[in-house]
């Protein structure tokens, strides 16, 4: 189970989500309360162990802010809306994770082309609003898909067993006020993720 920590733009949360054995962090570079610019996010990066994934998070970004988010922050993977890679230049190194929304009009059995990794997601960002689970679990058949919205310590076992994703992502699950994050909900969320993980495969 691939496990995302993602709006962290402090010390403290980073190494609260490494400590927990989170597998990739994510940096939000788009109108939020847990913005960060690419020249912080890139200090507070700099000694970040290098398996974990640096995920630049970013929301219909123009060129100019991608290319300073590329340039600046160097991430490994860049996070965004699907329609949106078509319009920036990213290099081969940078790995894609598009975000596809459960809109409510996707026919998801009439997809055959999906990415080999994708992010599902409510249709909100950052606002714990959850996709349908249902239709989680669709995608989750056709491609490596993690799952993101409204995840938390209490309900993501849930979510992996009826959703089987590649991957959880969580935010405002592990917060303790909106940009705020709480180690304990850290450490809490990635224990849940795994142990969840180990029943299914047993």
Not at 101 to 114: E, V
């Amino acid at each position: 189970m691939f496990v995302k920590i993602c709006g962290l733009k402090s010390e403290q949360a980073i190494e609260a989500a490494v400590d927990a054995g989170a597998d990739a962090l994510g940096f939000v570079f788009a109108e939020s309360p847990r913005h960060i610019s690419p020249a912080y996010a890139a200090a507070l990066t700099q000694k970040l162990p290098a398996s974990i994934v640096k995920v630049a998070v970013m929301l219909h970004p123009s060129e100019a802010d991608w290319n300073e988010v590329r340039d600046v922050f160097r991430p490994d993977w860049l996070q965004t809306d699907a329609e949106d890679y078509a319009l920036l230049d990213i290099p081969a190194t940078i790995g894609r994770l598009p975000v596809y929304r459960d809109t409510g009009d996707i026919d998801f059995d009439a997809i055959c082309d999906w990415p080999e990794h994708i992010v599902f997601e409510g249709v909100r960002s950052g606002v714990g609003v959850p996709p349908n689970w249902d239709h989680a679990a669709q995608v989750a058949r056709q491609t490596c898909m993690m799952l993101a919205g409204g995840l938390d310590p209490e309900n993501v076992a849930e979510a992996i067993m009826r959703v089987h994703p590649w991957g959880v992502d969580v935010s405002s699950g592990v917060e303790q006020q909106p940009g705020i994050k709480d180690p304990g909900r850290i450490a809490a969320f990635v224990a849940a993720a795994r142990e969840a993980e180990g029943a299914h495969e047993g």
